[in-house]
């Protein structure tokens, strides 16, 4: 019997797997890809207080964001927001998954690759790996297995129900002297109920759009390929070698039963994604850190119950202004009306509005619990800084 088995090797999965190892558990992660830097979801936006609280290993992350410009569907008249500090950084993210499986297999945890969790067995789990399947006992069970949860489901635990699908483009550029910038185009019909956007940091580009699947009459990708023909900011034509990606986003809140006594969830698979910014990379480091102070009780103490504090209806609670935003940018249909109250974004108290949502620091609230809190305040983040060399 192994103490934790994680399902799911994306940063929330990686990170707990590797905290709890450290703290002399024993920890099995299964993850069905069979290499961590292939299909890859995330367009791995790195937020200010990520780059803060957590030792990212900065040869994986390109260089800083100072500049967001905001754009109305005919891409006229923009409104450019520049901060001191860096605000986003984006994440080679193949490179910082198989940097984080590293710490993680040094820390003690066992990763067993191109491997599907199949359910429950009995008292057990069953598992379909490249020798075939097998069954594995554990005190708890994780699930960071994505937005569409197979754990969520086993542990009859709540799923996510709201949906963005989002697909991008990916590739690099010649070295260039523009600034770094993250173009946000917001456009109802191109991206319904989110916004579109083109990250250039001189390394990379990333041109994608998300929004809510239902509104796309010809599918996700006819989308991209038309705003990738006029995207703003894009130095160029999209190459046919370009990498994709896409899948989707959980941004209805975090869900209220995210725990049991058999085990937890965390990441996309918890709905601990922004319900307005569908930034979701802060809040998996965080909650990880969380999961992993109760985890880490549950076992020293031999109480299960325990886990009755993950309790994600008490978390949620700090959702609720995010969430009514969601559902107003949801309501929005029309680009004529996005057109004619766009300029308000250029008057001071917009620009304020904006600067809050685009260079604020809300994340993954901290519970009330002075142990968990700690952990999601960086006290003792997962992984160390790998220094280049």
């Not at 910082?96 to 199949?118: H, K, N, P, Q």
């Not at 057990?124 to 097998?134: K, N």
């Not at 708890?140 to 697909?167: C, I, Q």
């Not at 990880?288 to 325990?306: F, I, N, Y």
Request: charged residues 25%; hydrophobic residues 40%; glycine residues 12%.
């Amino acid at each position: 019997m192994t103490d934790v088995l994680v399902v799911g090797a994306g940063l929330a999965g990686l990170h707990l797997a590797t905290d709890l190892a450290r703290r002399g558990h024993e920890v099995e992660l299964v993850e069905r890809r069979r290499r961590l830097d292939v299909a890859v979801r995330t367009t791995g936006i790195f937020v200010a207080k990520t780059l803060r609280d957590f030792p990212l290993p900065p040869q994986h992350l390109g260089p800083a964001i100072h500049r967001v410009v905001l754009y109305p569907p005919s891409g006229r008249r923009p409104v450019t927001l520049d901060s001191p500090r860096e605000e986003y950084r984006v994440g080679d993210m193949g490179g910082l998954y198989l940097s984080a499986a590293a710490d993680a297999v040094e820390a003690g945890a066992r990763i067993a690759l191109g491997t599907r969790f199949l359910g429950r067995d009995g008292d057990g789990w069953r598992l379909a790996g490249p020798d075939g399947e097998r069954r594995v006992r554990a005190r708890f069970l994780v699930g960071a297995d994505g937005a569409r949860s197979r754990v969520a489901t086993e542990l009859g635990l709540d799923r996510n129900r709201l949906l963005l699908t989002g697909a991008e483009a990916v590739f690099a550029v010649p070295a260039h002297d523009r600034p770094p910038a993250f173009h946000c185009v917001l456009d109802p019909v191109l991206a319904p109920g989110y916004l579109a956007w083109v990250v250039d940091d001189g390394r990379h580009v990333h041109v994608g759009t998300a929004g809510l699947p239902d509104r796309y009459p010809d599918g996700l990708r006819a989308a991209l390929r038309r705003f990738a023909e006029r995207a703003p900011g894009l130095p160029g034509p999209v190459p046919e070698d370009a990498e994709l990606r896409g899948g989707p986003i959980p941004v209805g809140g975090l869900l209220r039963r995210i725990s049991s006594a058999e085990g937890l969830l965390v990441g996309d698979a918890s709905g601990a994604v922004s319900p307005l910014t569908a930034g979701g990379l802060d809040p998996c480091l965080r909650q990880a850190a969380q999961a992993a102070d109760v985890l880490h009780e549950a076992l020293r103490s031999g109480r299960p119950e325990v886990l009755a504090r993950y309790d994600g209806a008490e978390l949620r609670t700090r959702f609720r202004g995010r969430l009514a935003l969601r559902r107003g940018l949801a309501a929005v249909r029309s680009p004529r009306l996005v057109e004619a109250a766009f300029p308000l974004l250029g008057t001071p108290p917009g620009r304020a509005a904006a600067r809050a949502v685009l260079f604020g620091d809300r994340s993954f609230p901290d519970p009330v619990s002075g142990a968990a809190a700690a952990g999601a305040r960086g006290r003792r983040p997962a992984a160390p800084a790998r220094r280049p060399g």
